[in-house]
């Protein structure tokens, strides 16, 4: 795994409204922090903060620290569409985190996360030279049935043809709704195993 990742926008199969999709940034923290931090250490080796409150300088420095009782260190910062109002000068307030990307270390994970994010920009050519920018679109047609099927078999629940369609076709293409019409659906049919189409209406 790259030292440092960027989750950001992509092309969306729907339009542009819809180019950043929270969920999957989640999803793919959830795991990300399951693979490299024990939860008995979780206090020690994952740190959560907010580009709008903790400087980027606090953030870099904290990234060099050697992790304490753990192999690995992950940090997670989110909110950083606010570092494309930034420069990328040496007396920018995100010059230490810029100097940090040049040479990261070893035992840390930095995740950043960013709703917007201007390719032109410092911050991110550092992070695509790391290979760790990661596009979180909408999921087109295809890929969000599969993730439906997913989700609903970590439920325990598996859908009868044509109620994934239904299900879509009722809450809509971000996965937030979608998640939520597949939890009230789930809960509908109690402990049943097949979702049908007319569970969903």
Known sequence: LPRALLFCPGKAPYGKDLS??????DEAITRIVAK????SLQDL???VFYADE?????????????????ECRVILVRN???????SGEKNSPLAPLLAYLDDPGGSTILMIVAAKADKRKRLYKAIAALDGVVECPQLDA???D???QQAAAALGKRFERD?????????????????????????????AEIIRAQDVV
């Open 36 to 39: 490299y931090v024990d939860p």
């Open 20 to 25: 950043f999709e929270p969920v999957l940034v």
């Open 146 to 148: 599969a993730w439906l």
């Open 163 to 191: 109620a994934t369609g239904e299900l879509l076709h009722r809450a809509g293409e971000r996965l937030s709704d979608v998640q939520n019409a597949l939890r009230v659906v789930a809960g509908y049919v109690g402990n």
């Open 80 to 86: 950083a569409e606010r570092y494309d109002v930034m």
């Open 45 to 47: 080796a994952y740190s």
């Open 54 to 70: 903790t400087p980027p300088g606090h953030i870099a420095m904290e990234a060099r620290t050697l992790p304490f009782l753990a």
């Open 142 to 144: 295809r890929a969000l």
